[in-house]
């Protein structure tokens, strides 16, 4: 199991101020609800940590991953694929639709505690590799079927009033959990070598060489930052709008051979099997998320 914490860049920082952002200016238009009911107090109530209501919600993501590399992983004793720091396999896993099963608890406080499943789903790798003498244009592709398990708290601010019948409350959140993950399919290609007659040769019917690397499987410490807002549609329903920042560490393939496909003068194909170390990623996303809550 690989686990890390990373440090986050600008960008997550960034989408969350805009957020922020966004939901002042809403705020700045509105005064909050039950306002003129507090400044009749001499003291402001308590919050009512004994009152809980449970929730269910279903929720459709659209996750962007960042763009990363492909590199050597841990040593266990055998060849690495790429063999320096100067060599990888640059690229990025497909932006795709992900579906979010929520169950969770509220209380009057404005805290939230829920547990979030995101279902298995499928990403694609395009990718391009750096290897010497075999071209600018080294394509590769994979296939990433993952799932998380994620539990995660949530602060709900005070409700704003943004004109008449119409209210929002924004939240921030953090979490943590677990992602399952298996990368399988991965293949590099070397269609353009700079010596076409070289050992990168095509085939007798144009076939392009490859190098095809094991499938990988395992689970990742996975955590999560939330900046969102909900707003009331009808009764005991909410309607959840929210950006996300996951970081899901380090995945990649496991410790196995690849297997070398070249093609000599003669035309003959040659499969070439070397056992090799593991090879990683990074995964993280940038995710825009919309979701109906069922109070119960």
Do not use: C
């Amino acid at each position: 199991m690989s686990i890390r914490l990373r440090g986050m860049g600008s960008g997550p920082f960034t989408a969350v101020l805009l957020i922020l952002v966004a939901l002042s200016s809403l705020i700045a238009h509105g005064q909050p609800s039950g306002a003129s009911d507090e400044s009749r107090r001499s003291t402001p109530a308590e919050p009512d940590f004994t009152s809980f209501t449970p929730y269910l919600g279903v929720g459709m993501a659209v996750a962007r991953p960042e763009r990363t590399r492909y590199v050597d992983g841990g040593d266990s004793g055998h060849a690495g694929l790429y063999g320096n720091e100067d060599s990888f396999d640059a690229g990025a896993f497909d932006t795709g639709l992900k579906l979010d099963l929520v169950a969770g608890v509220r209380s009057r406080s404005g805290l939230r505690a829920q547990v979030e499943v995101r279902l298995p789903s499928e990403s694609d790798w395009r990718g391009n590799t750096n290897y010497g003498n075999a071209g600018q244009h080294q394509p590769s592709e994979a296939t990433l079927d993952a799932r998380q398990f994620i539990v995660a708290g949530f602060y709900d601010f005070r409700r704003w009033t943004l004109g008449p019948g119409r209210a929002a409350r924004p939240y921030l959140g953090v979490g943590a959990g677990i992602s399952d993950y298996r990368v399988s399919g991965y293949v590099q290609r070397f269609p353009d070598p700079d010596d076409p007659a070289g050992y990168l040769r095509r085939g007798p019917g144009g076939e392009i060489p490859f190098t095809a690397i094991p499938d990988g499987t395992g689970r990742t410490f996975t955590w999560v930052l939330a900046a969102g807002i909900s707003v009331p549609i009808l009764k005991d329903v909410l309607l959840d709008l929210s950006y996300r920042y996951t970081d899901a560490g380090e995945i990649g393939t496991d410790v196995g051979d690849i297997t070398i496909v070249r093609y000599r003068r003669d035309g003959t194909r040659r499969d070439i099997p070397v056992l090799i170390n593991e090879t990683t990623v990074d995964y993280q996303t940038h995710t825009m998320l919309i979701s109906l809550r069922f109070e119960l």
